[in-house]
């Protein structure tokens, strides 16, 4: 069971270049959620989709776009990266019926922008 | 405003000392409430769930709800214990989603 996969892992940006981070959950999961974690920020949400064809925002959802393509992947989509983009962004997932037992998350992608 | 803070961004102890890793929340109702822990350059993985009870590599945490608060416990601390905690309610209610707190870097020295 792979559980929550990233991709990619490490990515270096140019200002205003695009770009999509990946997630994939082989959980049959329904929730899935992107965090970003800043140091002495913690992790806030950008968005998440609480299930398949369902998407919402989160805390910080500007300059930011997911799509729920099915029910194993949830991309985000960064259309003009800007320096303030830098962070760690996490994926997680979470099973229907299961809210007593949290997220799984994904390993990270760490992402700068120049 | 639905919050949680965790008041000490670093916390120092040292190997075998008792640890208190606090948390308050500031939420209607009756929140779910979780500690996550992530080790050195590692994913994020579920700590404890308030709902259970549980002790999980000898931590423990009461939910106070007269005090709004959630604190993690360890009577006798190791060094690979040493990690970033966050505090965890959830703040969407039916439409689940964790708001996380700013964290707390604990290190256990030898």
């Known amino acids: 069971n792979a559980g929550v996969t990233q991709t990619p892992k490490f990515q270096v940006l140019k200002t205003g270049q695009s770009m999509t981070l990946q997630c994939a959950q082989d959980?049959?999961?329904?929730?899935m959620y992107w965090y970003r974690q800043d140091p002495g920020m913690g992790l806030r949400l950008i968005y998440y989709s609480a299930s398949e064809g369902t998407t919402d925002k989160g805390e910080v959802p500007n300059g930011y776009n997911v799509s729920r393509l099915n029910k194993r992947e949830f991309s985000l989509r960064l259309e003009s990266a800007a320096p303030s983009q830098t962070s760690v962004y996490f994926c997680a997932s979470l099973e229907a019926g299961a809210r007593n037992y949290g997220y799984t998350f994904g390993s990270g992608t760490r992402l700068t922008v120049v | 405003a639905q919050r949680v803070t965790q008041p000490e961004k670093l916390l120092s102890v040292f190997k075998g000392a008792p640890v208190e890793l606090k948390c308050n929340y500031s939420?209607?109702?009756?929140?779910?409430l979780f500690w996550y822990v992530q080790y050195s350059r590692q994913r994020l993985q579920l700590l404890l769930r308030?709902?259970s009870r549980e002790s999980i590599k000898g931590f423990t945490a009461d939910l106070n709800k007269g005090e709004t608060s959630f604190h993690l416990k360890k009577p006798f601390a190791q060094e690979e214990d040493s990690a970033m905690y966050y505090c965890a309610p959830n703040s969407g209610g039916s439409n689940y989603k964790l708001t996380f707190g700013k964290g707390t870097l604990l290190t256990v020295n030898p």
């Open positions: 939420y209607s109702g009756s929140p779910e």
């Open positions: 959980m049959n999961h329904n929730s």
């Open positions: 308030h709902i």
